[in-house]
Nanobody
Framework: QVQLVESGGGSVQAGGSLRVSCAAFGYTYNIYCMAWFRQAPGKEREGVAGIYTGGGTTYYADSVKGRFTISQDNAKNTLYLQMNSLKPEDTAMYYC????????????????????WGQGTQVTVSS
């Protein structure tokens, strides 16, 4: 079983930065792809970034490309999402996700059918 615990959300003005973290506990050795999703009220859950845990290759949604950076610290079993140049439309609950069944990270990172999810951390960007 895998448990994911997010932290680091908060409130920031437009143009500011935040970093959210996701600590993974349990058996994670067979997880090849991890991702960050977000969900705003009344909207569908959106995949914003994914990472192939084996080699560190990263993938981004067009809406965040150039502003967000996904990274991992294998020693700490922690996933990060650095968010720069934040916009009010980035306001959402942010979730990390992991699933040993997701093998093709480039193709599937943004499909919200992961087996394991964190509890979410709120990010609010004011104009």
């Amino acid at each position: 079983q895998v448990q994911l615990v997010e932290s680091g959300g908060g409130s920031v003005q437009a143009g500011g930065s935040l970093r959210v973290s996701c600590a993974a506990f349990g058996y994670t050795y067979n997880i090849y792809c991890m991702a960050w999703f977000r969900q705003a009220p009344g909207k569908e859950r959106e995949g914003v970034a994914g990472i192939y845990t084996g080699g560190g290759t990263t993938y981004y949604a067009d809406s965040v490309k150039g502003r967000f950076t996904i990274s991992q610290d294998n020693a700490k079993n922690t996933l990060y999402l650095q968010m720069n140049s934040l916009k009010p439309e980035d306001t959402a609950m942010y979730y990390c996700a992991a699933d040993p069944r997701v093998l093709y990270c480039d193709r599937d990172y943004s499909i919200p059918k992961y087996q394991h999810w964190g509890q979410g951390t709120q990010v609010t960007v004011s104009s």
